[in-house]
């Protein structure tokens, strides 16, 4: 026997073949995991595992390494978000979702942290010597919501999207501030003195720490879009690049000590339009199967290490300072959720309710960066209370709030999210909408969202698109064939019957020759199979499109939107227009 | 800049990128793959690599690591070998792979060995320190034919398919006896005295390192299977148990000094039939491609460090040694299967030419495996000498001999594999003939392969898909569902016609009611489609087998098949014939 030899690989396999069983073993029994969160099941299977391994041995079992942690079990768990990430309600509550990551993280730091400090000055709870710094550095850590706790309970719970984007986005993007209070207050604690040029220094540098994350994964990701142009000859090997650029993104991120999941977020993002686009149907099912295969294994990793690692002898007990510390999360999040809602509210027309936002408060849920955090900490003497503390404000979140969240959100009525995709009508229509509300932020100065999104579209078509895809033989999704196909059979059928070109101008008609020609890649044309247009209404209007477009582009202040007919000039209009009558056919 | 931190996951996946983007360079120049073997290429990239490394530091650039080639690079190149592994040519020809296999390596092993110690004894070249002992160490590490490399230019050559397993299944299967050999003479080498009793503990050993790691690998195999039946509920970590068991069957096998590579190819061709009926048709895709995935970087990542390692002072020089090495390696191979190929052939009817003889000899490519072997002798003034050599038999091979054998595949027009796949009236008619083959060495008293075959299919149908597949909702594969869609609408449309129970009764449909009954899964079963049979014909000829059946059944020795028609009792007979009318409609 030579056990020596194969142990680090035979360990980390039977580790994660105990976490997958163990998943299954839950999913055995349907009804247990509509009442009880995986994650609590998870770490209740890391209690027992603890107990056994502290039994056996009669000393601590190993604690969950912090590299570990950082390096290989939460890339997987951020690349599947970011990579799934619902891009569309993500960008239209950016601006919220910031607040409520930055803003809103800083005030709960700071909050924390001085109320902290404020009990220690209680001569009864014996904590005077845990110093302002510390707290404010134990702040920084159990300040952040932790985005696979989040991750794990709102997948279950099925909220509306937007309530899920506002949580699960502050979650990822409130990285970048911890890592910067978090690295700051470390420092700090460890300088003789502190100067006020530090501190400025640190409020810049946590725009370098979040803007460098996103500069680092949207290199990275156009690099693995631009690499996958390339790959034709060797479809096996497809899938790999999307991994190891996420994963290069992340640790160069963390090797510049930026922020890497704000990187490997950037990078999933910005690449996965493009990748999707280059690579065959197989690699991408394989993309997407084991990204979701691999963050669940690690996902479930962390939750039973967490478990595991509660059980020891590394914890200093003071009630006080840890029942304040689990109030003062709970308190400092509601009022900041309160008070940051109340301005969001003033500036939407679309605001986000009393419901909402106290779910939004009770969903933030802490988890296992906090823990990783908190051992990572240098060692000083008050270091096993803030474990300690850190402990139970995960087990307090992720039991009890975890658990009574689902049937809050049933009590409440939340708004849920919609079961059924939207149907091809509607996603026509929301398209055309955007293209409409992006012409009248144009055209009436108002730079919003939509004429953002019209730029970046513009930009993205214009170059991006070029330089990032494979040009030729685009893959075509097997429903665009089909339908192709379909729609071929239909014209001739009409052709035969003698109907072609009687059939009535539709309006819709035009709704999708203006989705036609503003996205590249036929997406919904599906109204064409109703109805042939009348070739002369279409060309009237297009007419008084381009007439009136044209006039308001000479007076309305630098209009250069390119995808209407208006744009091009008459004689390439018309060769449009051809190309497009003869399409319909 | 905090690079120690994330140095580890940083540098492998550096490497890897390395190995995914060389391998994309060859393939934008369509001719070069098709001229010199991918396995040259990425040598030659890694010895520029050396070269680079070995001028920047002005030292020996790091030499692959055992540890991590058999631990980790090795294993997803076996099993995606198992894996998809066609199991019929192996196991029509596993008598004379085992031969091969086994008495031509041990033939190998001390015709290089002895010959080499002859070498060692002439004076002029200085080498009568090297002893014969070590010799046969030497010969058992180079006469192995190495997976890897064989893989690596037989997947480019398309030889037909006997050829390809006859050379690829030898060099799987010769782990076994090299591990043993090996483990043997090094033993031997660091004894003071050999007794004749270790010789023939060795020889025991062989069987229990070889059957052992089949039983290994079968147990982890049907374990996997097992596992799967009961994931239906999370799919989206089905394709880790593939990979989780396949691993584990590999290392525990190593831990107990078992052949690995056997271990993991019995786990994947024990558990491939079961695991693919039980898990989706997306985790298919996906345990297909990342295994395809994974083994072409592993491969890509072995060629590379095999180039690197290159590179570097660890080498002694002498030519009579290099040299007559080389020419060893290639007479003993090409008397061995010289030899053994005379006595397959007196047993065959179907005999393996001359041509395919050569080709067999020829093939018989040194790699990795030996390199890495090399590296694990212990250390003695003359392993830099065997290191050399090593390292130029496996140059020689890979380049003179990978290069050439394409050209000399074409000059010899060796009988290429079939392009295209068998055809649904082939694969019938094959069926048939196996279900055939096996009565008539029942018959006859001859335990043959179809005999053996038959045993395992009804063992395998009465136990082992009863435990291991999921009984409820058979995953049916698309294919099918369009089949049962189809036939039934044609069934309707006869029906419509009044031509139903009319038409001729074709004499292939007999054979597809035997397929239908034998097989649980309807593979094949497209017949009915272009004809319903008569009933009355059916019955006829069924009755006419039944009764004939019934009476070899009686007279014959043993007779129990138990899918023939007159397997069952009359009144269950009659039954069976109703459903499959029925089903025919």
């Known amino acids: 026997l030579d056990y020596q030899h194969v142990q680090v690989p035979f360990e980390i396999t039977l580790w994660i073949m105990l976490a997958s069983l163990a998943k299954i073993g839950f999913h055995l029994y349907n009804k247990l995991p509509s009442v009880v969160p995986e994650s609590c099941l998870l770490i209740f299977v890391g209690l ?40 569309r309600p993500f960008f239209e509550n950016i601006g919220t979702i910031l607040l409520y990551a930055v803003v809103g993280t800083i005030w709960n730091v700071f909050g924390i942290g001085f109320s902290l400090y404020g009990i220690c000055q209680v001569k009864a709870f014996q904590l005077q010597d845990v110093s302002l710094l510390h707290n404010l550095l134990f702040g920084s850590l159990i300040a952040a919501v932790d985005p696979v706790a989040v991750l794990a309970v709102f997948e279950e719970i099925h909220v509306n999207e937007k309530l899920h984007i506002l949580v699960f986005g502050e979650s990822l ?19 003789p003195t502190i100067k006020s040029v530090d501190v400025f220094a640190g409020v810049g540098k946590f725009f370098v720490v979040g803007l460098g994350g996103v500069l680092v994964g949207l290199s990275f990701g156009f690099t693995a879009a631009f690499t996958t142009r390339f790959t034709k000859d060797i479809r096996v090997i497809e899938p790999l690049f999307v991994f190891l650029y996420s994963y290069l993104s992340y640790l160069t ?19 996965k339009r493009y990748v999707e686009a280059n690579i065959s149907l197989k690699s991408h099912t394989t993309v997407k199967y084991f990204m979701k295969m691999w963050s669940s294994v690690s996902d479930t990793l962390i939750f039973i290490f967490l478990g595991v690692s509660t059980i020891g002898e590394n914890h200093e007990w003071n009630w006080p300072y840890i029942c304040f510390t689990v109030i003062f999360c709970l308190v400092w999040r509601a009022l900041g959720v309160l008070v940051l809602t109340f301005f969001v509210n003033r500036f939407h027309v679309n605001t986000i309710t009393s419901k909402d936002q106290f779910i939004i408060a009770y969903g933030g849920l802490r988890g296992a960066i906090c823990f990783s955090l908190v051992f990572l900490l240098p060692d000083f003497h008050r270091k096993k209370l803030f474990i300690a503390a850190t402990t139970v404000v995960i087990l307090f979140t992720v039991f009890v709030q975890g658990m009574t969240i689902r049937p809050l959100v049933d009590l409440l009525a939340v708004k849920r999210k919609r079961e059924s995709a939207p149907t091809v ?54 429903i665009v064939l089909l339908y192709e ?39 919904i044309t599906d109204q064409k199979l109703e109805d042939t247009p009348n070739p002369d209404v279409l060309d009237n209007m297009q007419e008084i499109l381009a007439r009136n477009l044209y ?35």
């Open 48 to 87: 027992i595992m603890g107990g056994i391994i502290y039994g056996l041995n009669d000393r601590s079992p190993p604690v969950m390494d912090s590299d570990i942690f950082f390096l290989y079990l939460l890339p997987p768990i951020v690349l599947d978000a970011g990579y799934f990430m619902p891009s």
């Open 173 to 191: 993007l409130n990285d970048a501030v911890t890592v910067v209070l978090y690295k700051l207050f470390r420092s700090f604690c460890e300088m």
């Open 253 to 271: 991120a963390e090797m510049f000590h930026l922020s890497g999941i704000v990187a490997i977020i950037s990078c999933a993002m910005g690449m």
């Open 425 to 478: 009508g509607e996603q026509i229509h929301i398209r055309f909408l955007d293209h409409l509300l992006a012409g009248i932020e144009d055209i009436s100065g108002h730079w919003g969202q939509y004429y953002w999104k019209d730029k970046l579209e513009y930009f993205n078509s214009k170059y991006l698109q070029k330089i990032l895809l494979r040009e030729y033989d685009q893959p075509k999704s097997s």
């Open 485 to 523: 196909k379909l729609e071929r059979k239909h014209a001739i059928e009409l052709a035969q019957a003698g109907q072609l070109g009687h059939g009535p101008a539709h309006p819709s008609f035009l709704c999708s020759a203006f989705l036609c020609r503003s996205s590249n890649r036929t997406v």
């Open 551 to 585: 006039r308001i582009r000479r007076t309305g202040p630098a209009y250069n939107r390119h995808t209407l007919p208006g744009d091009s000039e008459p004689t390439e209009r018309a060769k449009e227009i051809l190309i497009l009558r003869h399409k319909s056919l």
